[in-house]
């Protein structure tokens, strides 16, 4: 029960979680890359100094003096040329400052004072190679993975189902051949059939799943094949055939309703599985591209940089890993409570 909790909280958090977050899984925040997590704002006091040179630098101005009093920094500069309120959008563009004034000027104009509020910044998880916050993009690659394996599992569940009780009613060659189908796919390396669809098809959200999907539903296609031999035999099914049904009927009113709880059971135990697929293609670059990004993205780049910045792999990780155990105990709390054989 608790898994279905925590899983539920999960999808809630990813779907949610963006809306209510300060920062945009998009915006590059040039002035904090690959800063670690900290529940304190940012800017520290030992980057105050650093950012307010970098943006005096872009104003080819010399610093002669600065303070801080409170929430603003006040900055006298000299130039060669005279200075004007234009010179204070350099401050505004800064991520660490803003509401940027020219507080005065002297006789000549070569001389002024500028002033700029301090932008406080919460980085929870951190900041990536590029400066975006980690927080809103391990959320927003949450929707990604959990939308990739629900959907793609849907996809195998569907395409699994229908092709598994129509080989499994039918029986004889009919069964025959649409099993020797199975074998043949199955003999296809799946790398090879996902690099291929990339090929000709391009890499896209709507390709990961169906790529996915596409190859998952063979494990489906057996095991409802192996129930539905068996639902063939029992009396209902050879009453129906008695009285005239079509084997369409029979297969649409008997044998896939009394197939849901295989189904359902393995359905939880494949969400997982294509999570995990679609982490592997993201680690290899096959999966989801910028601007989107998807747990197993954020995690082959956590890996590159683990030795200097090992916050990029570790939240990532973290939301993939106790994703992946919620949905397996789940699966297993289904089997035991639908499967007399385990109880």
Same mark, same amino acid.
């Given at each position: ?40 704002? %940012?800017? $520290? ?34 130039? #060669?040329?005279?200075?004007?309120? &234009?010179?204070?959008? %350099?401050?505004? &563009? ?5 509401? /940027? $004034? ?12 500028? #002033? ?14 590029? +400066?975006? *916050?980690? @927080? #809103?993009?391990?959320?927003? !690659? /949450? ?5 990739? /394996?629900?959907? !793609? ?9 229908? %092709?598994? !009780? ?6 004889? $060659? ?13 003999? @296809? ?21 169906? !790529? ?23 009396? %209902? ?8 049904? &079509? ?31 679609? #982490? ?21 780049v956590g890996a590159k940089n683990i030795g200097t910045a090992n916050w990029l792999l570790l939240f990532p990780a973290?939301? @993939? ?11 297993? +709390? ?7 054989? *385990?109880?």
């Open positions: 029960m608790f898994s279905l909790f925590y899983l539920i909280a999960m999808a809630t958090v990813c779907i949610v979680g963006p809306f209510f977050v300060p920062h945009q899984y998009t915006t590059i925040y040039a002035d904090y890359v690959r800063t670690p997590p900290s529940l304190s704002a %940012y800017p $520290k006091p030992e980057m105050i100094e650093t950012a307010m040179n970098d943006a005096v630098k872009r104003m080819r101005v010399d610093v002669k003096e600065w303070r801080q009093e409170g929430e603003r920094v006040f900055i006298t500069v000299t130039s #060669s040329k005279p200075l004007d309120e &234009r010179n204070i959008r %350099y401050l505004d &563009r800064s991520d660490t400052f803003d509401d /940027g $004034k020219l507080e005065s000027t002297s006789a000549d104009g070569l001389t002024a004072v500028m #002033s700029a509020s301090i932008k406080q910044q919460y980085f929870l998880f951190g900041t990536d190679n590029t +400066g975006r *916050d980690l @927080l #809103s993009r391990t959320l927003m !690659a /949450g929707r990604i993975s959990l939308a990739i /394996g629900l959907l !793609a599992g849907i996809v195998a569940v569907v395409i699994g189902v229908i %092709y598994g !009780a129509t080989a499994g009613f039918m029986g004889g $060659k009919t069964d025959e051949v649409m099993m020797r189908i199975v074998d043949v796919l199955y003999s @296809l390396p799946f790398i090879f059939f996902v690099i291929m669809l990339v090929v000709f098809f391009g890499r896209n959200f709507v390709l990961m799943f169906l !790529a996915v999907g596409a190859v998952l539903w063979l494990d489906m296609a057996r095991i409802v094949r192996g129930q539905a031999l068996s639902i063939r035999r029992q009396e %209902y099914v050879q009453a129906a055939e008695a009285l005239g049904v &079509r084997s369409r009927g029979i297969v649409q009113r008997h044998v896939i309703p009394n197939l849901l709880g295989p189904v359902v059971i393995y359905m939880t135990l494949l969400v997982p599985q294509v999570i995990i697929l679609e #982490s592997f293609l993201s680690f290899l670059g096959l999966g989801v591209q910028e601007p989107m990004t998807s747990w197993g993205v954020l995690i082959s973290f939301f @993939l890993v106790s994703t992946l155990f919620a949905l397996n105990f789940i699966g297993d +709390g289904l089997r035991d409570a639908l499967d007399p054989k *385990d109880r």
